[in-house]
């Protein structure tokens, strides 16, 4: 159904149809005998007739359901072009969503935050954490007032606190309470534009020795970057967040409009999707990064990736990078499969004992990705030259990254 639930009774009717073979919901071919007796239960209360009563009770809610736009199948369409559905407003002839004016005056109507005890806190809390899901209001600009309000409704749980005390949260959480109160309160409508399907994917790895990524598009090019840590982070959970910004960064001017960012931490992956998380420094990770994607008008969708299906795994430790890597995650279905002649080029400048440097150039003759993932005839293609390089002796670059473009140009 859409923009309301069906009843337990109405569904009820729904199966009872289904039990008698009303045609109007099962096919013709499995009637059941007109003499067929149907007994339906509502609580106590029992509904008893032949096949031509079931069949009266179907249209009557078909008729109830259509008078108030309501439908029921996949195949009805709704004729309601504005409906309200739990606080929200939703408008299919703008394809826009806005909040309830029900919603708007419950909150007008809450005591401001600087006098509010403990029971009115942890409504508007709610209220606000309601709105985020909706409209997908990122959390994590208001990370220290939702932190503020969690420790003081930890003390109410554990008894030192009771409902009616005072909520004495800090100016600075209750400013930022006060600004989700003005966003409820403007009630701008959100558009909900149809999703596009990404176009490229960057999976990553981190470790504490340094950080990687693989970036991997439509067309079948491949960019790797990473390099040393030029500050240590102290936990792995700060790594993981901060390689997808440095990777981001790196890449940032070949990235597409919508992309798809793979990582192999069920935290951070639901931390990105949410906006928000627990710990400080994940939260102005995720600040910095939701920041550069908006301001590109970049559409990021975070997954979850196995190690084993990883191609970017190991080289943040600097591990030797292979060509077979590439294979991983793709299920089989490859990103080259003709026969080409491929160029591989390493923007990387390699550094000798005589001080001469130059660009790396790779060809593999007539080989598709597969037959050379498949194949053992091309040992010394798994070292890619300059990645080990790369952490032994790192080129100087902007910030905490270098930058290792490993680009597969196909040609005839």
């Known amino acids: ?29 499995w009637a059941a005998p007109p003499l067929v007796r149907v007994d339906v239960w509502i609580d106590n209360i029992r509904s008893a007739g032949s096949k031509s009563n079931a069949t009266w009770w179907e249209a009557q809610v078909m008729r109830n359901a259509d008078g108030r736009y309501a439908t029921m199948g996949e195949e009805c369409e709704s004729g309601a072009a504005q409906y309200t559905f739990l606080w929200m407003q939703f408008d299919h002839t703008h394809r826009a969503v806005f909040l309830s004016d029900k919603f708007v005056r419950s909150v007008r109507a809450m005591p401001a935050l600087n006098s509010s005890n403990t ?28 932190k503020a309000v969690q420790r003081r409704l930890s003390a109410l749980n554990r008894g030192i606190l009771q409902e009616t005390s005072p909520g004495n949260l800090p100016p600075a959480a ?8 003005h966003i409820i309160e403007y009630n701008r409508d959100r558009n909900n534009k149809p999703t596009e399907k990404a176009s490229a994917a960057i999976i990553r790895d981190a470790s504490l020795h340094g950080w990687g990524a693989v970036f991997i598009q439509d067309s079948g090019d491949v960019k790797i970057a ?24 790196a890449l940032s001017a070949i990235l597409p409009s919508t992309m798809d960012v793979w990582v192999k931490n069920t935290l951070l992956q639901g931390a990105a999707n949410k906006g928000s998380s627990k710990s400080h ?19 990021a969708s975070f997954g979850y ?3 084993a299906q990883n191609p970017a795994d190991g080289i943040s430790r600097g591990l030797v990078f292979k060509l077979q890597e590439l294979a991983k995650g793709s299920g089989g279905v490859l990103w080259l499969e003709d026969p080409k002649v491929c160029h591989l ?18 060809y593999i003759l007539r ?31 902007p910030e905490d990254y270098s930058l290792l473009n490993f680009t597969t140009n196909a040609m005839r």
């Open 345 to 362: 080029l390493s923007n990387y400048v390699l550094r000798t004992k005589d001080n001469v440097s130059g660009q790396q150039n790779i």
């Open 119 to 146: 029971s009115e806190m942890e409504a508007m809390v709610s209220r606000f954490l309601y709105l985020a899901a909706i409209l997908g209001t990122r959390l994590c600009g208001y990370y220290f007032f939702i």
């Open 226 to 249: 990473g390099g040393k840590w030029e500050r240590k982070p102290f936990l792995i959970m700060q790594a993981e967040v901060r390689a997808v910004r440095l990777a981001l960064s």
């Open 367 to 397: 080989k598709t990705l597969r037959q050379l993932t498949a194949s053992s005839i091309l040992p010394f293609f798994s070292i890619l030259f300059g990645l080990y390089r790369l952490f032994q002796d790192p080129v100087s670059g």
């Open 174 to 181: 209750i400013g930022l309470g006060e600004r989700s109160r």
């Open 1 to 29: 159904m859409e923009g309301n639930k069906a009843s337990p009774e109405i569904l009820r009717i729904i199966i009872t149809s289904t039990i008698a073979v009303v045609t109007t919901v099962v096919h013709f071919l």
């Open 305 to 307: 990736v196995w190690s």
């Open 281 to 299: 420094a994940m939260t102005w990770e995720l600040r910095r990064i939701y920041g550069f994607l908006d301001s590109r008008e970049i559409k």
